[in-house]
């Protein structure tokens, strides 16, 4: 006959936990892979929640999602966005069947400014928001969860770190993104 043995083991407190993850997610953005832990250049973007993200309260959620991803948000604030603004921003697409929807659509209501710090933050953002039509973002992704149409797709995030100086010098003082 085999003996057995229960081993019981004490759950970690929560501040354990988050302690653990805390310090694992800042190795993760913030040193390299080797074993000197040499501290990666911090590189900034844009982004903005659109209106509807206000409207339905879940801007908390999204800002919690890139905290939890790492990044550090070095610039937050709700703002009214002026037709001006809107045209600066999206003029890439002047011309486009959805250029006006999209202008009327940003300027509807409260939009909340992020500038986001982190290594490769454009791809990374990229990633976490998912595709532009919600119908084919990938589950938890920030559009996948979140949205319901191309238009009211709860966030914009620049393309190009290029982009992200155009679109943010738009609302911030140039300086911003150094």
């Known amino acids: ?84 603004e809107a045209e600066r921003l999206y003029s890439v697409h002047k011309g486009k069947a959805f250029y006006e929807e999209l202008v009327t659509h940003v300027t509807s209501g409260p939009v909340v400014l992020m500038i986001l710090a982190a290594p490769s933050p454009v791809e990374t953002v990229r990633k976490l928001i998912g595709a532009t039509n919600p119908l084919v973002a990938e589950p938890g992704t920030i559009r996948g969860d979140l949205s319901t149409s191309i238009t009211a797709n709860v966030i914009h995030a620049s393309d190009t770190s290029e982009n992200a100086k155009k679109e943010a010098s738009i609302f911030f003082p140039a300086d911003v993104l150094r």
């Open 1 to 84: 006959m085999s003996s057995q043995h229960v081993i019981v083991q004490k759950r970690p407190a929560k501040d354990e936990v988050d302690g653990v993850l805390r310090e694992e997610r800042e190795g993760s953005l913030t040193t390299s892979a080797s074993s000197h832990q040499q501290k990666q250049e911090q590189q900034y973007t844009f982004s903005f929640l659109k209106p509807e993200a206000v409207k339905q309260r879940v801007v908390g959620e999204v800002v919690s999602r890139f905290e939890r991803k790492g990044f550090t948000i070095r610039e937050l604030r709700l703002h009214r966005m002026t037709r001006g």
